[in-house]
């Protein structure tokens, strides 16, 4: 283990590590909060949906893909309207974490982190009300008749990449839009918002566990949100302008390369020899982490932060353009440039990528792109595959995650070399 010194507030037992660890514990329970809500929604809907079914009523063949709509079939009695909603509150659920990270903050007198947390609350609301009103084309989509059988499969798939996507800080995606394409023959624009749906669920359900259990940098993540939510926005808008199949084939091959470093470094445990950036002490960045494995108190430094920022800009930009989490070139920023711990790397990611996902779900939920009767089941599955993932996670050594991460790069690569060259 490094022999390092942590003199910020953030690590523990610090002046304010009372107020600090109220903070925590807030954010967590509004993560927590969300996804049980969502999930009691979903499978309220669900369920009379299938109802309905067995009573010889049909349910509605189509589904509501803006606010005036869903509150209609609420009104209305409509079970896809229910299952709708339930999906919105899980969307909702990394907005509203982030405007009680403001709160918490503010209680602890951290006025630089409101400025930052609010900056990403600003970039956040003008994506989803801002440029999603723009660019959706609101309106009444025909849905698919899904039997309960293949929601299940879905489900049970789902919970797999929800578990894997925990460990090693992805969406889920590069699971989901595969399955969802080449076994269920659903369209991409569905699979992909299917993913977006997959990204969040498994960021809500991963989160509210690793940042309870103190594993989770909250500064380093609120910090690096700017950039990634920033990036986001700039893809999403040029998103209509640039060629897909280039796009997938360039990204394809920089996480190749990208993994080279990591890969070099399999077999450490920690990082070796961090000295801290000049900003990183300002910005209350070093940390410590709680190990279980080796039930010790791990500290760290946070070096080269202007250069994970950048990265993390074009972590969001990819996500903004290809519809995806973009988890895994958020791992590799802060494990590679910032030098984070590979625990802290992935699950600090794993709180980030909700809030990249927000940035784009209201763009894809009023284009129609988000099928409740398909994203319900993927929510479900990945946030019992996540929260499995989360358990799991703070077991496993730094050297076993990385061996479950870099098979994870490749196979995510691999994945946008396919789409890139029309193979998936």
């Known amino acids: 283990m490094p022999n390092v010194t942590i003199h910020d507030k953030t690590a523990r037992g610090g002046p304010d590590d009372g107020l600090i660890r109220k903070t925590e514990l807030v954010i967590s329970s509004v993560l927590r909060g969300g996804v ?38 609420l009104k209305a009695a409509n079970p896809v309207a229910i299952v709708t909603a339930g999906l919105l509150v899980l969307l909702a659920t990394p907005v509203l974490r982030v405007a009680v990270s403001i709160a918490a903050f503010a209680i602890e007198k951290d006025r630089t982190y409101v400025i930052i947390t609010a900056i990403v609350l600003a970039i956040l609301l003008f994506s989803i009300f801002g440029i999603g009103t723009y660019m959706g084309r ?3 989509t025909a849905m698919p008749n899904s039997s309960f059988g293949v929601l299940l499969f879905i489900a049970l798939s789902s919970m797999f990449a929800g578990f894997i996507g925990a460990l090693a800080g992805l969406g889920g995606g590069v699971f989901i839009v595969p399955i969802l394409t080449l076994i269920f023959h659903v369209s991409f624009a569905t699979a992909i918002g299917a993913s977006i749906v997959s990204v969040i669920a498994t960021s809500s359900g991963a989160a509210a566990a690793y940042v309870r259990d103190r594993m989770t940098n909250l500064r380093v993540g609120m910090f690096l949100e700017i950039a990634t939510t920033a990036g986001a926005v700039c893809g999403a808008l040029v998103s209509s302008m640039l060629d897909d199949t280039l796009l997938f084939i360039v990204f394809g091959v920089i996480l190749l390369i990208s993994a080279i470093p990591l890969i070099l470094r399999l077999g450490e445990e920690l990082p070796r020899g961090v000295q801290n950036h000049k900003w990183a002490p300002w910005l209350k960045l070093p940390g410590t982490y709680s190990d279980r494995r080796t039930r010790q108190e791990i500290p760290y430094h946070v070096a080269h932060v202007r250069i994970g920022f950048g990265m993390m800009y074009v972590a969001g930009l990819i996500s903004g353009l290809l519809g995806i989490g973009s988890g895994t070139f958020k791992v590799l920023a802060m494990d590679t440039a910032m030098r984070l711990p590979m625990k802290v790397s992935t699950t600090t990611s794993n709180f980030m990528i909700g809030v990249t996902a927000a940035a784009s779900a209201g763009i894809f939920f009023q284009r129609g792109d988000i099928d409740p009767m398909i994203a319900a089941p993927v929510a479900i599955g990945v946030l019992g595959g996540s929260m499995l993932g989360a358990k799991t996670l703070n077991r496993m050594s730094n050297v076993h995650l990385k061996k479950v991460f870099v098979p994870m790069i490749v196979l995510v690569a691999l994945s946008m070399l396919a789409r890139g060259l029309g193979w998936l």
């Open 36 to 73: 049980l809500l969502s999930i009691a929604v979903i499978l309220t809907g669900v369920c009379y949906y299938y109802v309905l079914r067995l009573l010889g009523r049909a349910p509605p063949a189509a589904f509501p893909d803006t606010l005036a709509q869903v509150s209609a079939g």
């Open 138 to 140: 609101p309106g009444v």
